[in-house]
């Protein structure tokens, strides 16, 4: 009898592990858990990650569907972006924006079901979520690190470019936004 319940336990872990997998398998992301997010002052901000055709060429003929993203606190306003190829460590043509700071949970994690899905082409792709912040505040979550190159993206209209949060700081962290990718 304690064979056949160490062999189903082992069973069971083996399904959970493979079940994580999957999980994970549809998702464009880079990092880990949420752990912090940075202080940033009063001002426009858009973090985003950047996958580029080597990333996205695994899902090629699927499309995304949503985005999620980790919010410390509520800022004034939201909007979730999505762009396509671009130049010079520059995003492309915006392929969609929606409002959602109506709907923000804070200290979680938060999902936008995308209005109209995105076809996935193996091109490059950035993922943004923009924030307005009214005063210095945290709201964008982010790993423990290290970065991974182009997962920490961050515009400011304080000087309108896109940076990498360690060319701007010296921390070294991965922006909490993720894509699901679907048939």
């Given at each position: 009898m304690k064979k056949y319940t160490f062999l189903f336990c082992c069973l069971a872990l083996m399904m959970s592990a493979c079940k994580d997998d999957d999980d994970n398998a549809n998702r464009l992301q880079y990092g880990g858990d949420n752990v912090n997010a940075p202080l940033l002052q009063s001002a426009t901000w858009q973090a985003a990650v950047r996958f580029t055709p080597a990333e996205t060429a695994e899902f090629s003929g699927l499309r995304l569907t949503e985005i999620e993203f980790y919010m410390v606190n509520v800022p004034a306003g939201t909007d979730v972006f999505v762009f396509g190829p671009g130049v010079n460590n520059q995003p492309g043509d915006?392929?969609?924006?929606?409002?959602?700071?109506?709907?923000?949970?804070?200290?979680?994690?938060?999902?936008?079901?995308?209005?109209?899905?995105?076809?996935?082409?193996?091109?490059?792709?950035?993922?943004?979520?923009?924030?307005?912040?009214?005063?210095?505040?945290?709201?964008?979550?982010?790993?423990?690190?290290?970065?991974?190159?182009?997962?920490?993206?961050?515009?400011?209209?304080?000087?309108?470019?896109?940076?990498?949060?360690?060319?701007?700081?010296?921390?070294?962290?991965?922006?909490?936004?993720?894509?699901?990718?679907?048939?």
């Amino acid at each position: 009898m304690k064979k056949y319940t160490f062999l189903f336990c082992c069973l069971a872990l083996m399904m959970s592990a493979c079940k994580d997998d999957d999980d994970n398998a549809n998702r464009l992301q880079y990092g880990g858990d949420n752990v912090n997010a940075p202080l940033l002052q009063s001002a426009t901000w858009q973090a985003a990650v950047r996958f580029t055709p080597a990333e996205t060429a695994e899902f090629s003929g699927l499309r995304l569907t949503e985005i999620e993203f980790y919010m410390v606190n509520v800022p004034a306003g939201t909007d979730v972006f999505v762009f396509g190829p671009g130049v010079n460590n520059q995003p492309g043509d915006e392929l969609y924006r929606a409002q959602v700071g109506g709907s923000i949970r804070a200290g979680s994690w938060n999902t936008h079901r995308l209005a109209t899905p995105i076809d996935i082409t193996g091109e490059e792709i950035w993922i943004s979520v923009g924030v307005v912040h009214d005063f210095d505040q945290q709201s964008f979550g982010c790993d423990a690190g290290p970065a991974e190159n182009d997962g920490d993206w961050l515009w400011s209209n304080l000087d309108s470019q896109w940076r990498t949060y360690r060319e701007r700081t010296n921390e070294s962290v991965n922006w909490n936004i993720r894509g699901i990718v679907e048939e």
